[in-house]
């Protein structure tokens, strides 16, 4: 069972930046694909990028490409997503997802954790 824990999320005008950082343990330094989600009221939840903890690869949301950058320090066993030139789309709440079954990254369905989610409101 992987447990994790986000942190980071805020309240930032347009344009502005916010780093999410997700903290995972209980997986025991294997490799296992990773990625935060979002989900805004009244929404579906959504992939906004993916990692694979060993490798490095990396896949977004076309939505986020070129704004948002996911990576991840295996040593500290974070996932962090930098989060760049944010807009009132980007308003929701962001959950970290681990241990994706083999699917498509996108779906929300295929992750075997999420952590509680941490709350990123984006002001126009």
């Known amino acids: 069972q992987v447990q994790l824990v986000e942190s980071g999320g805020g309240s930032v005008q347009a344009g502005g930046s916010l780093r999410l950082s997700c903290a995972a343990s209980?997986?025991?330094?294997?490799?296992?694909?990773m990625a935060w989600f979002r989900q805004a009221t009244g929404k579906e939840r959504e992939g906004v990028a993916s990692?694979?903890?060993?490798?490095?690869?990396?896949y977004y949301a076309d939505s986020v490409k070129g704004r948002f950058t996911i990576s991840r320090d295996n040593a500290k066993n974070t996932v962090d997503l930098q989060m760049n030139d944010l807009n009132s789309e980007d308003t929701a709440m962001y959950y970290c997802?681990?241990?994706?079954?083999?699917?498509?990254?996108?779906?929300?369905?295929?992750?075997?954790?999420w952590g509680q989610g941490t709350q990123v409101t984006v002001s126009s």
């Open positions: 997802a681990a241990d994706r079954n083999g699917g498509m990254w996108t779906r929300w369905q295929e992750y075997k954790n």
């Open positions: 209980g997986y025991y330094s294997r490799s296992i694909w």
């Open positions: 990692i694979y903890t060993g490798y490095g690869t990396t």
